[in-house]
Every structure is written in structure tokens, then in C-alpha cells.
């Protein structure tokens, strides 16, 4: 299974636009995806189309009651499970204060599945689970983290893209040295491009320059991360979407937002199959 988590501290970039369209964009290639919303805000959860505590399980239960995550997962169409958020989740860091390894706890329930999955005798559930991470570097984007191969990070052009950018890129290394060494950022992702404008192309080529940069210095945890050549074009599709429960490719399947997901949704199944034949080159 890939693991994706789709991160970025800062608010309203895209975070989960890109999350809910790129889950739904595998899924309908076929792949089998668990979208997993670690937000309070529960918009993934919505947008996604399943009401928030319409469930009696949430991302809560499995964070802090322990809950197997299969107990707490929607299914929400085809090859398409959601494990939801709740207001709940806001209470998190409170509830898991003083418990030793807090960060680790959605890994180890991640692993706890797997191996109860392979005893029974069953196949992996999913083919990819899909990480909606709230705009802050607290417990639940660290847990999404630790359990996690790989970061994907939305960005809004913007004269201040760049800024903040560091501190996540400090937390993805610090995560990769201390708990999880397998993980990487996987790329960036420009979202709501305005394509044409003097400023987005400027944002472009400075994030693409600064990846280029990071490849030379070949960084563990970021060296290899690519700036995807697909960029979300803003489109008020896209905003509408959510507000009806449904993923672009429902509310608006011509649109501009359902083919640029699309796009980004095979460009990152294709990075994941570059990576697994890299790893296996490498071993
Ligand atoms: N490409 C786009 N074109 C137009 N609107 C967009 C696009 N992408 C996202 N939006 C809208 O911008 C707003 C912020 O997007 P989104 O909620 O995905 O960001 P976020 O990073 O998840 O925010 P938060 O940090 O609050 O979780 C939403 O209203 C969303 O519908
Ligand atoms: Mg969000």
C-alpha cells in the first residue's frame, strides 16, 4: 500500500481539494483508496459525501479508543473508504496528553491491521490511503507522518509560497531521523494556478528551482521530491464541489478541476511506480 499524507501548515492551499480529488482520481483508475481525514474541521469528511458523526466511529476512536481502523471506515463509492473526522478530533492532543509515544499511535495501529490482515489470510484492503492533514504541525499531522512513506505538498502560488515551506521540510526530516525513515516527500503540487499571470509563473519556477537545488544536495527525506508537472488551475468547480458532497469528477466531470485531478492523479500513481522500481533497483 502507498501511504500519502497531503500536508502544509499553512491554511486554505489546498490541502483538501487535493486530497478528496486526487482519493477519488485513484480510486477511478481502479486503485482501492482509504481516504483518511485527521482534520477537526472534518471538510474531507464532507466533501467526500459522508456526514460528520452520521457514524458512531471516527478517526478519534482510532487515535484514542483504539479502534481497528476497518471498524471505523465508510465505504463512499466505488474502491472508496473514508475513515471520518469529527469535531471530536480537536480534543486529540488533550486526550493523548502524558501518553508516551502519542505521535506513533496511528503507525502502530496501521501495523496492527496489517498483521491481523496477514494472519487471517487477507489481501492488503488498499492500494493507497490518502492522508487529509490539518493546517498545523501538531500531533495529528505528526501521526499521519509517522505512518506515512510519503508527503505530498500542496502550495498556492503566492509571493510568501516559499515561506513556511522550510519548517516543513524541517519537520518531514526530523520525522524521517527519529520515527519513520521511510518517509520522503513525494513533490509539490501547485494548486489554484492561475496560469498566464506573471506571478504564478514566477512562484513556478521558484519552487521548481529550490527542489532542483535540494536534488543536488541529495537530502534523504526531500532530495528527490519533484514539482508535479500538473498544476490545479483554479476553477470555481472546484470550490463548488464540496458544498454538494461530491468530488469533482461527480459535481462537474467536464470541468477544468476534474481533468487537472485526473492528471495529478495518474502522475502520482505513475511517481509511485518509479519509486517502488527505484527501491527495488537500489536493493
Ligand atoms: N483549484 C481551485 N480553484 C478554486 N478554488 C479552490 C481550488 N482549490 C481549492 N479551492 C477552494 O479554496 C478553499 C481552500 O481549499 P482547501 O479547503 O482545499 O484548502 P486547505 O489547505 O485544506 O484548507 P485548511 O488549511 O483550512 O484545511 C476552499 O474553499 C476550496 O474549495
Ligand atoms: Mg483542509
Redesign the pocket.
Known sequence: MRSIAVA?Q?????????SVNLAVGLARAGRRVCLVDL?P?A?ATLHAGVMPGSHPLSAYDVLVGGQPLAAATVAAGENLCVLPSHIDLSAVEMALAGRSGRELILRQRLEADARCNADAGHAEPFDYMVI?C??SLGLLSLNAMAAVDEVLL?LQPHFLALHGLSKLLETIELVSEHVNPRLRLLGVVL???EAGTRLATEVGRDVQSFFAASAEKKHPAWGSAQVFETR?????R??EA?SFGQSIFDYAPDSY?AADYAALAAEVDQAAAVLRDGVRRAA
Open positions: 502544509n499553512k491554511g486554505g492551499v489546498g490541502k483538501t481539494t487535493t482534520d474541521q471538510h487529509d490539518p493546517p500542496p494548486c489554484m494556478y490545479v488551475r483554479r476553477n470555481i472546484l470550490a464540496p478541476g
